[in-house]
């Protein structure tokens, strides 16, 4: 399939990430393969591509393939999958699979799974025509947003409103909140990543 | 978005920056603009009477610090980046919190909220084959909204 791939991190200049063939995804147990429609791109992309993160262990293989705020339809499911069919409209967000038994998993707060795997990080992300996902991690798209106003939730979205959660925790009436900095969780566009969510 | 959310949960929201671009955005998103190349955003919110809660995404030591400095007593910070948290004084009993990103189910609400239009991504498309250059323009600071690819459009 064709595909944005990062060959070894350096400078973007460099031509260090470029289209090229990738191998076609196949959905194991409990996976399904989505055929992108839309796949933002964030800043973190930027911070992977050019090494800031290698200290991190990552990207944690190479050539991988860069994007982590992904909607498209399902074309393949494998097996254990029933909820999900052909046809689906999907996104997926940085939290590509966690292990589901943890005590994080078991209340809730899955992105703090020590075993999770990281869309784009540990697993090959959405700058591609397919991309493999964790059933159990894809969310269904309401019919009410397009493909590619759906994407940004799934990063820069997501990440905005759960650090908004822990400011209001209660219905906040005529409080004042300030915030600070930064595009991409202000409007949608750009810096949500500054660091790896994965580290080893 | 961090705005949109806040200004969901009912909050008057000061937007701290020094772009001046951002400086309109928060302007277009009914957030009260702070001009931090010109001015001290701690008086600034002190003169409000302090506000109850931050949100830094801004990989800044010094927004930090000021966040600190500008929440009330017993207020939240709340931390997306990685910063140097400083000096926290006890007695005021404030409160720093990390995020990242959200559960699934944090997803779940926020695809209802979209789909109910109470918050909205404003994006540019680009062909799979301009991934690079869609990079580069981010690198650079020349997108104003999300960059978004298309590969099977």
Redesign the interface.
């Known amino acids: 399939m064709r595909a944005i791939v990062l060959d070894a991190p350096g400078p973007l200049e460099s031509g260090v990430v470029h289209r090229g063939d990738h191998v076609d995804p196949r959905p194991g147990s409990g996976q399904i393969v989505v055929r992108v429609s839309a796949c933002g791109v964030c800043r973190s992309n930027l911070h992977m591509i050019e090494g800031d993160w290698v200290a991190y262990g990552v990207p944690a293989f190479m050539p991988i393939v860069p994007g982590h705020e992904v909607v498209g339809r399902v074309v393949e499911v494998g097996s254990e999958v029933d909820w999900l069919h052909p046809g689906d409209r999907v996104g997926v967000q940085p939290l590509w699979s966690t292990c589901g038994h943890c005590p994080y998993c078991l209340t809730g707060r899955d992105q703090l799974c020590s075993a999770k795997q990281i869309t784009r990080e540990t697993v090959d992300g959405g700058y591609a025509e397919y991309m493999l996902a964790t059933a159990a991690h894809a969310h269904p798209v309401p019919d009410a947003i397009s493909d590619v106003e759906a994407a940004p939730l799934f990063c820069p979205g997501v990440t905005a409103y759960n650090a908004v959660s822990k400011a209001a925790p209660h219905p906040v009436r005529h409080g004042r909140f300030s915030v600070w900095g930064a595009s991409g969780t202000w409007s949608s566009s750009s810096r949500s990543w500054p660091a790896p969510m994965f580290t080893r | 978005?961090?705005?949109?959310?806040?200004v969901l949960?009912?909050?008057?929201?000061?937007?701290?920056?020094?772009?001046a671009?951002?400086l309109d955005?928060?302007d277009e998103?009914s957030?009260h603009p702070?001009d931090a190349s010109s001015r001290d955003?701690v008086s600034v919110?002190a003169a409000?009477g302090?506000?109850?809660?931050?949100?830094?995404?801004?990989?800044?030591d010094e927004?930090?610090r000021?966040?600190v400095a500008?929440?009330k007593p017993g207020g939240?910070v709340?931390l997306?980046?990685?910063a140097q948290v400083g000096a926290l004084p006890f007695a005021d009993e404030k409160r720093v919190?990390g995020?990242?990103?959200?559960?699934?189910?944090?997803?779940?609400?926020?695809?209802?909220?979209?789909?109910?239009?109470k918050?909205?991504?404003?994006?540019e498309?680009?062909a799979?084959?301009d991934?690079?250059e869609?990079?580069?323009r981010?690198?650079r600071g020349e997108?104003?909204?999300?960059?978004?690819?298309?590969?099977?459009?």
């Open positions: 978005m961090v705005i949109q959310f806040s949960a009912g909050a008057d929201v000061y937007a701290v920056t020094r772009s671009q951002h955005l928060a998103l957030a702070v955003p919110l409000l302090g506000v109850d809660a931050a949100v830094v995404f801004a990989p800044s927004s930090l000021q966040a500008s929440i939240t709340v997306g980046v990685h919190v995020s990242v990103v959200g559960s699934r189910q944090q997803m779940r609400d926020v695809l209802a909220l979209a789909a109910a239009g918050v909205r991504a404003h994006c498309t680009y799979l084959d991934a690079v869609a990079l580069g981010l690198k997108i104003r909204a999300r960059a978004v690819l298309v590969p099977n459009a």
